[in-house]
């Protein structure tokens, strides 16, 4: 029986992985720090371990205990507009936690490493973004995604580090954290309606992007070390067709029963339209036939009703006020320097 760690496994993404990977017949273990998950998110059958990827020694102890076969690091904070008023938690959770990982998969010959990275390498490219396209992030969630991207393949270089990279794009889906304020529009509208708030949008709405599932995307993660020819690729994974945010957030109010109430706020830094091209994924994986986003919301809406409003505890670690977006200041705690 392979035995796998999950990273981010009480969160979104990694809960469905680890699922996944049980029903595949691994023996996983479910790591996270809980700063963003849950554990109720964890699937039965996991063993659960609360630890940072960023402990270092703790992560070391791991390793040597376990001698894991396969590593699928999902844990991130994954908060593209926010990164920039947290750099330095940003580079130290995303890209110095991924090091350490990286490094213990050297030191003990783990098989595969599978690493999700994000559609925001790309920044403001070209749409439909492609693989073949030079990642230009915008912003430093994105840089600390394509740094490590660009470390795995020195690790396979120097090291013979066997490793696969996804890029997802807007997942929405079960599990999903509504509480978080700063990512996750669907979860972010769910929320809000659940406590009788208007839907928040930045700008006019017009924003594009295509809202990706999880079942579309979980499952290709978790079985990529078994599909010939991932080896050492990236691959965009989500959904093809772009909807503008207002559109989104109509199908959320109907899924939800409810008229949509929206209050627009100031537009923020953002890139405008992104979707990505998925070619490279299905000639690798197979086509499969998406879930629609009327038939996604409607499961995500269900689920979120039976959980009913979160939270999650104000954050209190911004770095940076400068032009830090409006509506956004009554959601941390303020501590200036």
Same mark, same amino acid.
């Given at each position: #029986? ?40 964890? @699937? ?8 940072? &990827? ?27 507009? !926010?990164?920039?008023? =947290? ?8 890209? =110095? ?9 050297? /030191?003990?010959?783990?098989?595969? $490493?599978?690493?999700?990275?994000? =559609? ?8 439909? #973004? ?22 795995? /393949? ?13 890029? @997802?794009?807007?997942?929405? *889906? ?19 309606? #659940?406590?009788?708030?208007? #839907?928040?949008? $930045? ?5 594009? /992007? ?21 080896? *050492?690729?990236? $691959?965009?994974?989500? +959904? ?14 109907? +899924?939800? *029963? ?26 690798? $994986?197979?086509?499969?036939? @998406? ?6 919301? *409607?499961?995500?809406?269900?689920? +979120? /009703? ?13 770095? !940076? ?11 941390? &705690?303020?501590?200036?320097?």
């Amino acid at each position: #029986m392979p035995k796998s760690l999950v990273t981010g496994a009480a969160g979104f993404i990694g809960s469905h992985v680890a699922a996944q990977l049980l029903r595949d017949g691994h023996d996983v273990v479910a790591l996270d720090d809980l700063s963003g998950g849950f554990t109720d998110n964890v @699937p039965d059958g996991a063993r659960f371990v609360e630890c940072s &990827v960023a402990d270092h020694e703790r992560i070391g102890e791991l390793f040597a205990t376990e001698q894991f076969d396969f590593v699928y690091h999902l844990a991130a904070y994954a908060a593209e507009g !926010l990164s920039h008023f =947290i750099r330095r938690f940003n580079y130290t959770n995303n890209v =110095i936690g991924s090091v350490n990982l990286v490094n213990e998969s050297v /030191r003990h010959g783990i098989e595969r $490493f599978v690493f999700t990275s994000s =559609i925001a390498v790309y920044g403001a490219n070209q749409v439909p #973004m492609t693989e073949a396209l030079v990642p230009s992030p915008e912003d430093p969630y994105g840089v600390a995604k394509y740094a490590v991207e660009l470390d795995l /393949r020195a690790a396979h270089e120097m090291f013979g580090l066997e490793y696969t990279v996804f890029r @997802p794009h807007n997942v929405y *889906g079960e599990h999903q954290n509504t509480g978080d304020k700063y990512r996750n529009v669907v979860g972010i509208f769910m929320n809000q309606i #659940m406590k009788d708030l208007p #839907m928040t949008i $930045f700008g006019d709405g017009m924003q594009t /992007r295509a809202f990706s599932y999880i079942d579309d995307v979980a499952p290709l993660i978790a079985r990529a070390p078994q599909v010939d020819g991932t080896s *050492g690729e990236v $691959f965009n994974i989500g +959904a093809d067709r772009p909807y503008t945010v207002l559109e989104l957030a109509n199908v959320v109010a109907h +899924a939800m *029963g409810v008229e949509p109430e929206i209050e627009h706020l100031p537009a923020r830094n953002e890139v405008l339209h992104a979707f990505a091209s998925h070619d490279k994924v299905q000639a690798a $994986f197979g086509e499969r036939e @998406p879930v629609s986003l009327e038939v996604g919301i *409607g499961r995500m809406a269900s689920w +979120a /009703r039976a959980k009913g409003p979160r939270s999650t505890p104000e954050f209190d670690g911004v770095e !940076l006020w400068k032009n830090f977006p409006a509506g956004w200041e009554s959601a941390v &705690v303020r501590t200036d320097p």
